[in-house]
């Protein structure tokens, strides 16, 4: 989730899957609890940026949430899971604590770099 401004990302919650129908009405839930305006998704590509199975499930995840009441936009989440590790390696964050956070705080990374990207963009 972002700040009410749009500047920093924080994380929120990791979705455990479970079924599709309870996964996209859980992100949904969520959208309405928390008067979301954007989902922005994840977008796994591999380092070449060509697409993966990976890639090809979460667009037509993607595309599942298009059809609720909120604009989507995928977003490149190359290296950042990567990122959020080295963060927490460097924060001395134990292995057991580093795998309890890790997905959540690589969502809000992802997040933080499309905030960025926007204030980046010329208007």
């Known amino acids: 989730m972002s700040d ?6 924080q994380p929120l919650k990791v979705i455990k899957r479970s079924s599709l129908a309870r ?3 859980e992100v949904f839930s969520i959208a309405r609890e928390n008067e979301v305006e954007k989902i922005v998704a994840g977008l796994p590509l591999n380092m070449d940026g060509t ?4 890639t090809e499930f979460v667009l037509k995840f993607v595309e599942l949430l298009k059809a609720g009441p909120l604009p989507v936009l995928t977003w490149d989440e190359r290296l950042s899971t990567a ?3 080295r963060l927490l390696i ?6 057991g604590r580093r795998k309890e956070v890790v997905d959540k705080m690589a969502a809000s990374y992802i ?13």
């Open 51 to 54: 697409s993966s199975s990976t």
């Open 23 to 25: 996964d996209l009405e």
């Open 4 to 9: 009410e401004a749009g500047i920093t990302a």
């Open 90 to 95: 460097e924060g001395d964050i134990s292995r």
């Open 83 to 85: 990122a959020v590790e």
């Open 111 to 123: 997040l933080q770099g499309y905030l960025d990207s926007l204030k980046n963009s010329p208007q």
